[in-house]
T-cell receptor, first 112, second 116 residues
């Protein structure tokens, strides 16, 4: 019953450091997504992967890169963290574009 | 582009009170509409959805009706419980965006606190 698993749950970075947020789903879903959640702004799509081997930019892709490693895993990389990237990051997956999206528990990232 | 506007919170109610959280949207096509709920420390969970005009989504005593004429999808519950305390997000999915992936556009969220 794992669903969508994100690691780590919390992280503090210094400005300029890099890190990768990991996401894995065990539901055999085709599509995976990365969102960021900021106070008063809801969730905004960073990148998505419609299927294994494809990735596309969402609404706020600047400063991020992604890798769809295989069907299960979709990672988000910050190459040079900035304070503006302080946020809660959510990974999600869905079987197809017409089915429910399932979300992970989130990663709370603070960049100082 | 598409957008979702939600009633600002926080909202504080007593147990058994009636709940309404307003949601209106702007979209180019005929989107699907959703309400997601986020309990403390957890990810978002789908609460209910509606895929076409006049559809009513319902789950756990919550209801919302897709009103195309007013571009609204207001969330209602007749009698809230303490366990309903959470953040509620209205969202839409535009069928003309995202190709084979579902892209969701979210409102800003409404924090609901229910007091015993």
């Amino acid at each position: 019953n794992a669903g969508v698993t994100q690691t780590p749950k919390f992280q503090v970075l210094k400005t300029g450091q890099s890190m990768t947020l990991q996401c894995a789903q065990d539901m055999n879903h085709n599509s995976m997504y990365w969102y960021r959640q900021d106070p008063g702004m809801g969730l905004r799509l960073i990148y998505y992967s419609a299927s294994e081997g494809t990735t596309d930019k969402g609404e706020v892709p600047n400063g991020y890169n992604v890798s769809r490693l295989n069907k299960r895993e979709f990672s988000l990389r910050l190459e040079s963290a900035a304070p503006s990237q302080t946020s809660v990051y959510f990974c999600a997956s869905s079987a197809t574009r017409d089915t429910e999206a399932f979300f992970g528990q989130g990663t709370r990232l603070t960049v100082v | 582009g598409d957008s979702v506007t939600q009633m600002e919170g926080p909202v504080t109610l007593s147990e058994e009170a009636f709940l309404t959280i307003n949601c209106t949207y702007t979209a180019t096509g005929y989107p699907s509409l959703f309400w997601y709920v986020q309990y403390p420390g957890e990810g978002l969970q789908l609460l209910l959805k509606a895929t076409k005009a006049d559809d009513k989504g319902s789950n756990k005593g919550f209801e919302a009706t897709y009103r195309k004429e007013t571009t609204s999808f207001h969330l209602e519950k007749g009698s809230v419980q303490v366990s309903d305390s959470a953040v509620y997000f209205c969202a839409l999915s535009d069928p003309y965006q995202g190709g084979s992936a579902r892209q969701l556009t979210f409102g800003s969220g409404t924090q609901l606190t229910v007091l015993p």
